[in-house]
Nanobody, 125 residues
Framework: QVQLVESGGGLVQAGGSLRLSCAAS????????MGWFRQAPGKEREFTAA????????SYADSVKGRFTISRDNAKNTVYLQMNSLKPEDTAVYYC??????????????????WGQGTQVTVSS
């Protein structure tokens, strides 16, 4: 069974940066396409970023394009989300997700097989 554990969330002022990490265990990490989703209070979970298992394809939501960067370290079984120029509207619980195996990037949460518990990101104005 694959387990995903996020870390790195917290409180930051607008314009600041955070780096989220998601450590995977129990599976073949290098075969998973990884995604980040977020859910703000009263809103549906939304796609944020994804990185293909091969590392050669990334995708971002328009709202974060140019500010967020997804990356992975297969040696550490970890995927990252570097978040710069944060805005109050980025406030949400951020979830890491894995799509197995050897699949392309997907934007629908239902296409991901495994999920972390989420980490809170709060951006103050």
């Amino acid at each position: 069974q694959v387990q995903l554990v996020e870390s790195g969330g917290g409180l930051v002022q607008a314009g600041g940066s955070l780096r989220l990490s998601c450590a995977a265990s129990g599976g073949t990490f290098s075969s998973y396409t990884m995604g980040w989703f977020r859910q703000a209070p009263g809103k549906e979970r939304e796609f944020t970023a994804a990185l293909r298992w091969s590392g050669d394809s990334t995708s971002y939501a328009d709202s974060v394009k140019g500010r967020f960067t997804i990356s992975r370290d297969n040696a550490k079984n970890t995927v990252y989300l570097q978040m710069n120029s944060l805005k109050p509207e980025d406030t949400a619980v951020y979830y890491c997700a894995a799509r197995s195996s050897y699949r392309n990037v997907a934007y629908d949460a239902s296409q991901y097989n495994y999920w972390g518990q989420g980490t809170q990101v709060t951006v103050s104005s």
